[in-house]
């Protein structure tokens, strides 16, 4: 990292830590054991499964009998049932690599003092606008037993039991020029975020959890501007009033939704239309890979936020067509072309294949809403 980090650049590293993988340790150690004399991946995996389902088995028979006095139980078959639910590469890739050693912060931080870099904070500044952990006494001992910043955040991540860690890091010289530079409003309002949210009977949600309710009507901003960001400035234009209010209810937002994205310069809802917009020139080589390469691609396909999407090669070749010069009608067309010399199969809801003009008619729905993915994948930039 430090050698190839620029002056004032910023590294972004994520890692595993301590002491919330100690517990995933033992789900680990298990698979291993059960796998270490296979040989192919899916082998490992099947195996590394099953050991998991007797152990599965072994806690929920000694639930009743003050099991959780001696083990923890109930956290143990947590991480079971999550990682008998995750897809397979996932899986392989973080539990039965050979390599895979969690740390605590303050041993990470050790060896970036070694290395002359420093911790600026993490990725989604939780450590930043929520740097309390909301029990008044418990937050009086933090704040009067660890000035060190180092320290600090160690004890925040013991009291959360925390698995996982997205930092930001930087040169140690970079680091003293802000280090005691206090983040109030101005600060916030350089950054620009988007969040997705959906409105359900008791609130809104995102992809993970339902929001507070007191900043229902913040989410629902979010909801109408989407795939566009907002920043903190646009939000006060809608309650100039109460600023106060507003820059609580965007930070409460930040620090609550483990979907919202924060990024550096202001994201535009750009939908495709002829000599408005047109897919980025600099992505229709990267289109063109997983257009030729449906079945065999070395890599997943993602925007350049790590966004991804199910695609299929009809909507590859979709996006190429996006060019800005290209109509409805004539992508409609083109792409009737690709589908018939592919021998592409098209169905409707009941499995009966599109045929002639109700093929011509989905057709045209179809590209609408891959258009809309191009869009909220940010693929697009206006002409």
Request: proline share 2%.
């Amino acid at each position: 990292v430090r050698e190839n980090l620029s002056q004032n650049g910023v590294a972004f590293i994520s890692y595993n830590t301590y002491p919330g993988w100690k517990i995933k340790d033992v789900v680990r150690d298990l698979m291993l054991l059960a796998a270490r004399d296979k040989d192919s991946t899916e082998e490992r995996l099947k195996a590394a499964k099953e050991a998991l389902l007797v152990y599965k088995e072994v806690l929920l028979t000694k639930l009743g009998e003050n099991y959780e006095d001696k083990i923890p139980a109930k956290l143990l078959l947590h991480w079971i049932d999550s990682v008998l639910e995750k897809d397979d590469f996932y899986v392989a890739h973080e539990f039965l690599e050979e390599i895979n050693d969690p740390f605590y912060f303050k041993d990470f931080n050790a060896m970036l003092v070694k290395n002359e870099l420093a911790y600026l904070c993490e990725y989604g500044l939780e450590d930043l606008f929520v740097p309390d952990i909301g029990i008044e006494h418990v937050d009086n001992y933090k704040d009067s037993k660890f000035k060190d910043r180092i320290d600090l955040e160690q004890f925040m991540d013991i009291v959360s039991n925390k698995v996982f860690r997205q930092s930001l890091i930087v040169h140690a010289k970079a680091y003293e020029s802000v280090a005691n530079k206090q983040i109030g409003p101005s600060d916030v309002n350089k950054i620009h975020v988007v969040a997705d949210f959906v409105k359900k009977d008791d609130g809104w949600y995102d992809k993970f959890a339902l929001m507070p309710k007191d900043i229902s009507w913040l989410c629902e901003v979010f909801y109408k501007m989407y795939p566009a960001s907002i920043n903190l400035s646009q939000i006060l234009e809608i309650l100039p009033e109460d600023k106060l209010a507003v820059y609580s209810a965007f930070v409460r937002l930040l620090t609550n939704s483990a979907s919202a994205m924060i990024v550096k310069d202001e994201l535009k809802d750009i939908e495709y239309a002829p000599n408005h917009s047109r897919l980025k020139t600099n992505l229709a080589g990267y289109i063109k890979y997983f257009l030729n390469h449906k079945d065999n691609a070395d890599i997943t396909f993602a925007n350049k936020f790590g966004l991804t999407e199910r695609l299929d090669r009809l909507d590859y070749y979709i996006f190429l067509l996006l060019d800005g010069k290209n109509n409805l009608e004539e992508i409609a067309a083109k792409s009737l072309k690709f589908i018939k010399e592919n021998s592409i199969k098209i169905s409707d809801k009941n499995g009966k294949e599109l045929k002639n003009e109700k093929l011509v008619t989905h057709l045209k729905g179809y590209i609408v809403g891959t258009a809309k993915i191009a869009s909220m994948l940010y693929l697009l930039e206006e002409i």
